[in-house]
């Protein structure tokens, strides 16, 4: 394979130039497989090689005229790695590239619309909240599901013979009666187009804010965080992951950003940095981090390079952190579930902390802090007029209010 990609990127026969080396480093980092599928079957080596023979060079403006499939990432991730690219905002960079790439496919009376609306509205508030936290693949696919509702609704309106400048409340009315999967979305394209009298009196339904649903029994989060803690016939980073979200109630996308610079230890304890502030762990997790640490360390996938943080958990390439699709197929596939681990332990949580703290700790919107807030209050009292109902003394279990307060978080 390195002669086939010496002969792509470099004069046939010879070895390559200074200015080629950076990109032959960043390939031999790569899985040899992901090279050789992307180089044969897009011919996107030959594409990149081409750049620099006429003095272009690589850059992400170049990479981005390639096919945006999971092997360009792979490649691309490996240039920023070796330095031949600069980091970026990825998730964010690729709203914008999807954004460019459907816009043309669609019907001509609906392009202009819709790019406002992506332009103006997704995009320009996906930046400014880039600006002041992380923007992750999750962000940029929740966008990218908010302008394709807007997109099917246009289409179903074609379809039912109308138009935007023929729309009616009876349209609107019948379409959210369908069920849309994503009617919070479509109502917020509704009101943008309102707002700029695109559409005038329109009723636009609210969808309900949703509170949690699921939960843990006690017994269940107790036993699993136990297992996290305790089992060693658990992978070390399913045990770590899972107790943090057991214990922290933090997302998996916030787990496999930390870097192993947020694990400290001082005279007396083990601590680790959530967003911005210091949290002791238990000494059993602990335990667990220094061993993390300790692996990464001593030649396993730790990886620091130009600008690149040492992830605490690597994914492939190293330059980038685990993908959490993967990770949270892991933690089912062990039992850990986390949806309803992380309720359960926000519920523990808020029970016993001011909103603000879970706000600041937990790195959750202040209103979403207090939303919890007032449904844990809300929950508590009727299970304390359930108890008090209750003739057998028997423990409630969670599907019926939230996990008890005195949880083992």
Known sequence: MLAKITT?????????????????????????????????NDGSVTGLAELVRAGRGITHEEIDKLPQNARTHHIRAAFVAAGVVPQRNEALAQLQLWVDRIVPTLPAQHQPVIRAYAEWHIVRRARLRSARRPFRPGADAANRQRIQCAINFLSWLADAGSSIGTLAQHHVDTYFATGPSNARALGTFLAWMQARRLITGIEIPREKDGLPQ?????EDHAEQL????????????????????RLYAMRVTRIVELTCDRFHRDDTHAYLV??????????????????????????GRAYSGPGVPAWMFPGRPPSRHRNTTALQRDLTKYGLPTLTARNSAMIANISDLEPVVVSDLFGVAAKTAHKWAQFAQASWATYLAARSADTQSRRPRVSASPLHPQSPC
């Open 8 to 40: 792509l990127l470099g004069d046939e026969g010879s070895v390559p130039d200074a200015r080629m080396k950076p990109m032959f480093d960043a390939l031999a980092a790569v899985s040899p497989g992901s090279v050789h599928t992307w180089a044969v």
């Open 214 to 218: 699921r939960f843990q029994d006690y």
């Open 226 to 245: 136990r297992r996290c803690l305790t089992d060693d016939e658990l992978p070390l980073e399913v045990r770590i992951v899972g107790a943090l979200i």
């Open 274 to 299: 959530i967003e911005q502030n210091a949290v002791v762990l238990p000494p059993s997790l602990a335990a667990l981090f220094d061993e993390l640490i300790r692996r990464r360390r001593s030649g």
